[in-house]
């Protein structure tokens, strides 16, 4: 018999700032699935199979980092699946690992690889652990104690990124100029500063949030678009500029991606 599951969780509220949502997915089926960049970073545990990632070449870990994509990917698991992912705002992740985010910039990272005792003791209780909402709870009091032990200095630098980040899922064309501007720093500082806690640069990441907003006006609209309203909604400079940047994103014009798939947008939606 074919089983399947999905379940969301909600953050407690001192987390809230920091993580977006958790979720738990089981299947007994093979699983090939289709992804696009989100914009968010994750951490994974498998607790049984993990998945491959062909585009990459890459098996993810049991304990994985997965980072900031600007290419869509396939997901691919034998018939014996279960996870649990914490997924991050875009430029929250550095609040609980001690590496940037830019060190998983187009990659999936092994968590053993990041030599972090605390995260590797993490990982085993929640394996250890047949009850997922149990699993949640580890892997909550363990970010409440990572957040508990960062300095003011770094929680300063991250909420003073999260106006640039607000700023952008407005309006994903405001010049970097202006985003520096509001986070009160310069230009080259700011992209640095970006760069260290979102993963990838300024200009790139607008890039993601642009398609992602389209994805939500096609989800809300479902299927009814029109390709000039859509893309001067979400700031692209035509329809032109719109489907080349949806073919390197998704592999698809937005026509044809309707003709594939149901359009939803990961990054503007929070399904708890």
Known sequence: MIQEAFKFYKPCKLLQPYVRYYWVFSSNQMMNTYTFPIGCPQIIFHKR????VPELGTMQDKLTISGQVNFSSHLQADNDIEMIVVVFYPHTINMFLNTPASSFYNQEISGYDMEDKYLNELAMQVFECEDNDMGINLIEKWLLY???MRPYDTTYRVNRMNAA????????????????STCCLGKKQFERE????????????????RFQKALKQMQHQQGRI?????AYTN??????????EFKKLC????FSLLEVANPYSDLFTIPV
């Open 226 to 230: 029109n390709q000039t309203d859509l």
């Open 194 to 209: 970006f760069y260290l806690h979102v993963g990838m640069n300024p200009k790139e990441y607008s890039r993601i949030v």
């Open 251 to 254: 592999g698809y014009t937005p």
């Open 165 to 180: 980040i607000e700023q952008l899922c407005v309006e994903p064309q405001t010049l970097v100029t202006e985003l520096s």
């Open 49 to 52: 199979t993990p998945l491959f």
């Open 235 to 244: 700031g692209y400079a035509d329809q032109s500029h719109m489907i080349r």
């Open 146 to 148: 990572r957040l508990s």
